[in-house]
């Protein structure tokens, strides 16, 4: 047997690797690869963060110039700009998951590559750096409107009594409606003025593990855009599901898509505090199908459970969401 590299020496075998990945690049003869770089940047615009990585894994040639029109996207300014007028807009409303990524956002720009510095310089980690800033850019900015529950433009029947109280939530340090005990549940918010585009609407709630929902078999929640035809509608079983912390089947959802708004668990050492918390479930996204505006107009996003009349409970609402996606 040969001798064997000890595990330091593969770990900067590997990094050299990483680091001088643009070395030997094959000249390619793609009708794209000849366009002027200008011209290609036009085009990447278009993309998203997903297609963008598949573009650059096809050939070490388009690798480099999809990074290095990432590297002009997310220079220090512009990045700032982004994320303060995003910061501005929903300071009071931000996901745990949102304070998360800036906080992540932040340890990036901190020592963040030098803009000069050409492509086939930039080391692997400067490349992950760029990736990063790029997500989260997509992710965390776009015109949002959100608007809580606890607002009075929100139609939301019991809100502010012994049936639905306005508490303080300590995770997300602002007051969130929660259903301690109702018949009939009813949600109503309006999107004044809303410009044409294509949007996604969101209810950011959180399902306790102890939460009761005992819809009978053949009754249903229901999720209603007023610009939009199609009802999903939710029977007992989707909520058994976020009940037990899942995630429910697509069969379940009937055309909603579920999302984890919460901060990633970390290991911090327990308090009274933080176990009250993790007693409690998790905040998630409920997502409604994308819909398209031709004419400016007013959205209306409701749901409804009327339909059962047994007690309710165990379920915190925070804020309703419009975004623009297009």
């Known amino acids: ?19 001088n990945l643009y070395d030997e690049v094959i000249t390619q003869n793609s009708l794209l690869l000849c366009q002027p770089f200008d011209v290609i940047c036009l085009l990447l615009k278009y993309l998203d963060t997903e297609n963008l990585q598949n573009l650059s ?28 007028k995003f910061l501005v807009e929903n300071k009071e409303m931000l996901t745990m ?6 906080d992540q956002v932040d340890a990036a720009l901190t020592c963040v590559f030098e803009q000069e510095k050409s492509v086939e310089k930039l080391t692997s980690k400067e490349r992950r750096k760029i990736w990063l800033l790029t997500k989260k850019k997509e992710l965390l900015c776009g015109e949002v409107t959100r608007i809580s529950t606890t607002d009075e433009r929100v139609c939301f029947p019991h809100r502010g009594s012994h049936y639905i109280p306005v508490e303080e939530d300590a995770g997300l340090g602002r007051k ?18 809303v410009n044409p585009g294509t949007y996604i609407c969101s209810l950011i709630i959180r399902v306790n593990p ?88 007013d959205v209306t996003f409701e749901m409804k459970e009327i339909q059962c009349g047994w007690w309710k409970s165990g379920i915190d609402f925070d804020f309703s969401e419009l975004r623009r996606i297009g």
């Open 97 to 102: 998951w949102e304070k998360h990524c800036l």
């Open 1 to 19: 047997m040969g001798q064997q590299n000890s595990a330091e020496e593969r770990r900067k075998t590997m990094e050299a690797f990483k680091n």
């Open 57 to 84: 894994s096809t050939c070490k040639a388009m690798h480099m110039i999809v990074v290095d029109f990432l590297k002009h996207e997310c220079h220090i300014s512009r990045v700032m700009q982004r994320f303060n």
């Open 210 to 297: 102890d939460a009761r929902m005992p819809l009978a078999s053949n009754e249903v929640t229901e999720w209603i855009l007023s610009c939009h035809e199609s009802v999903p509608r939710t029977g007992r079983e989707f909520w058994n599901q976020l009940i037990k912390q899942r995630t429910p089947s697509s069969e379940l959802c009937d055309g909603l898509t579920i999302e984890s708004v919460d901060a990633p668990k970390s290991n911090t050492v327990a308090t009274a505090g933080n176990r009250e918390e993790e007693e409690k479930g998790h905040w998630i996204a409920v997502k409604l199908p994308p819909f398209r505006l031709e004419k400016k107009s």
């Open 176 to 193: 969130v409606s929660v259903m301690d005990n109702v018949c009939w549940l009813c949600i109503s918010t309006t999107f004044p003025n």
